[in-house]
Every structure is written in structure tokens, then in C-alpha cells.
């Protein structure tokens, strides 16, 4: 392991590693190490969409649009995908049910699929605009907070198997924050009218939220309360 992939641990206080609920500091090194040991073989499984993941507040737009804007890839916000009816229904405060979600997350799904597929033909010189790969690689917003869940994002990648959980195309950052930062950022959100889940709903989303750290290796744990920047950083680290 080189120094780099010490970048996480090096970067923040004491104070912020007590909130790494389902990563302890050991664990975060073993990925560190497997991610440093495996880089040799990334060239084939080079993440084409990286999924900002995490419940309402955890700053997933902000890091997204960050990250993308940094990386030179599209942006994606999963909100802008739901149909009508699914944002009526949470801005009353009423969760979401799986009738509400699969049907979402099976049309990102597809919007992934197709950005995949354009890249992968435009690298057999079958698609004319070679020039656009980045923009078609993609950072996506999402909640994604089960594992059946991101399961369906993953076979976007066409080469997914499913049920593997080999690391693929379709690779995820959890924001990792605690709860009394996330009722701060809702709740002031909410009062400004800037988006339309209320704070009531935060409680439902980390009743839901899911994280398998024995199979999913495919999932890398940043601390949500740190600046944007060094957030971005890390990703970058840690993922690319």
C-alpha cells in the first residue's frame, strides 16, 4: 500500500471516524489495500457510472454535480426520474413502496444501460462521436439505499452477472452521515423550499438503508460530513 491510499485516514479528524457506522478503521484499510492490490486489473472494469448513494441530506447532489463537473462526466440526478405521482406522494410525507421504486430504478437502469453501451460502441469505432466518451460516462445521484436495490443499477452494466457482486461498471459511494447533520441540512432545505421530501420522511429512509460489507465490494464508505472538495478528493482516490 502506498501512501495514497492512505488518503482518507490521513485527511480526517478523529471526531470524524466514530460516525463510520459500518466500516471500522481496519476495514477501510483491508479496501484500501484490496483496491491498491487490484489496480493493475481495473483497466477492464474502469467505472463508467459512479452512483453518489446515501439518504435524503447526505449531500449527494452537491457531491455529484462536484464530482462530475471535476471528472468531465454527465450528471444525473435520480429525483429528476421520478414520475409525477411518486413525487406527490412523498412530498405529503408518504413513503415510498417497491411498486413506487422498481419501476424507477428499472428506467435508470436503462438510461445507464444505454449511456454503457453507446461508450462501449464508440471503442469498437461503431459510434461516431468518440470524442463525447466522458459526457456519456456518467455520475448518477441516487438513494439506492438496499441492496436489491443497487443490484438492478448494477446490470446495467451488460457484462454484470447478477447476484456476483464482482466490482463492474456501475460503481458505488456511500456518504456516510450522521443523523443530526442530516436532520439540519433536511430540515433547513425544507424550509427553504428547495426540495420536496419532508424531514418526516428521514427516519423511513434510514429504517431502509442497507449496506452488505461482506459481499458488496463494490461500495466505498467517504465521511458526508467532510468539505465538498475533499470529498471529491477522496472519491478520486479511492475509486479511480
Given at each position: 500500500?502506498?501512501?495514497?491510499?492512505?488518503?482518507?485516514l490521513q485527511h480526517q479528524?478523529?471526531?470524524?471516524?466514530?460516525?463510520?457506522?459500518?466500516?471500522?478503521?481496519?476495514q477501510i484499510i483491508t479496501t484500501m489495500m484490496n483496491h491498491h492490490h487490484n489496480k493493475g486489473s481495473l483497466e477492464t472494469t474502469a467505472p463508467m457510472?459512479?452512483?453518489?448513494?446515501?439518504?435524503?441530506?447526505?449531500?449527494?447532489?452537491?457531491?455529484?454535480?462536484?464530482l462530475a463537473k471535476t471528472m468531465d462526466f454527465g450528471f444525473l440526478d435520480a429525483d429528476d426520474f421520478h414520475p409525477?405521482?411518486?413525487?406527490?406522494?412523498?412530498?405529503?410525507?408518504?413513503?415510498?413502496?417497491?411498486?413506487d421504486r422498481i419501476p424507477w430504478l428499472e428506467t435508470l437502469r436503462d438510461t445507464l444501460r444505454t449511456k454503457i453501451n453507446q461508450i462501449s460502441s464508440s471503442s469498437n469505432g461503431t459510434y461516431d462521436d468518440v470524442d463525447d466518451d466522458k459526457k456519456r460516462k456518467a455520475v448518477?445521484?441516487?438513494?439506492?439505499?438496499?441492496?436489491?436495490?443497487?443490484?438492478?443499477?448494477?446490470?446495467a452494466d451488460p457484462n454484470y452477472k447478477p447476484g456476483s457482486y464482482v466490482p463492474?461498471?456501475?460503481?458505488?459511494?456511500?456518504?456516510?452521515t450522521p443523523i443530526e447533520v442530516l436532520l439540519n441540512r433536511v430540515n433547513k432545505r425544507a424550509a427553504e423550499g428547495k426540495h420536496f421530501m419532508p424531514a418526516s420522511l428521514l427516519q423511513s429512509q434510514l429504517d431502509l438503508l442497507q449496506i452488505d460489507n461482506e459481499h458488496?465490494?463494490?461500495?466505498?464508505?467517504?465521511?458526508?460530513?467532510?468539505?465538498?472538495?475533499?470529498?471529491?478528493?477522496?472519491?478520486?482516490?479511492?475509486i479511480l
Open positions: 500500500m502506498d501512501n495514497s491510499d492512505y488518503y482518507l479528524p478523529d471526531h470524524h471516524l466514530h460516525h463510520l457506522n459500518f466500516l471500522n478503521q481496519q457510472v459512479l452512483v453518489i448513494m446515501g439518504v435524503s441530506g447526505s449531500g449527494k447532489t452537491t457531491i455529484g454535480e462536484l409525477v405521482a411518486n413525487i406527490e406522494k412523498m412530498s405529503k410525507g408518504i413513503p415510498l413502496n417497491e411498486e448518477l445521484c441516487c438513494s439506492a439505499l438496499q441492496k436489491k436495490y443497487r443490484e438492478i443499477l448494477r446490470t463492474g461498471r456501475v460503481k458505488f459511494i456511500y456518504l456516510e458488496e465490494k463494490d461500495i466505498t464508505v467517504v465521511d458526508g460530513t467532510l468539505p465538498p472538495q475533499f470529498i471529491v478528493n477522496d472519491i478520486r482516490s479511492l
